[in-house]
Nanobody
Framework: QVQLEESGGGLVQPGGSLRLACAAS????????IGWFRQAPGRAREGVAC????????HYAGSVMDRFTISRDNGENTVYLQMTGLKPEDTAVYYC????????????????????WGKGTPVTVSS
């Protein structure tokens, strides 16, 4: 069955960097959209970044544009989220999620609409 396992979260100072990893198993990524979402305490889950495995296109939330990068190792079932210039408001549990792509990747990000979810990895940005 589809399994997603996130890693790489932790405590980082403002302005610092982290790289999250999402190891996917039980399926082949081809044809899927895969993305990162986050949920801060007391707030709704929101989309952060999404990648179309089909054509390599990416889409980002405005709040992370130019600071976060989603990528995939060639041919591997691991997707990364490189986060730079971290801010306290980036503090949240970060989730990896995927679904077979039938819509635009912006749709999945804006509607938090994915079929399979990991358990999340916490990121805390604090001095």
């Amino acid at each position: 069955q589809v399994q997603l396992e996130e890693s790489g979260g932790g405590l980082v100072q403002p302005g610092g960097s982290l790289r999250l990893a999402c190891a996917a198993s039980g399926f082949i990524l081809d044809g899927y959209a895969i993305g990162w979402f986050r949920q801060a305490p007391g707030r709704a889950r929101e989309g952060v970044a999404c990648l179309s495995i089909r054509d390599g296109s990416t889409h980002y939330a405005g709040s992370v544009m130019d600071r976060f990068t989603i990528s995939r190792d060639n041919g591997e079932n691991t997707v990364y989220l490189q986060m730079t210039g971290l801010k306290p408001e980036d503090t949240a549990v970060y989730y990896c999620a995927t679904g077979y792509q039938t819509r635009s990747i912006s749709y999945y990000l804006q509607n938090v609409a994915m079929d399979y979810w990991g358990k999340g990895t916490p990121v805390t940005v604090s001095s």
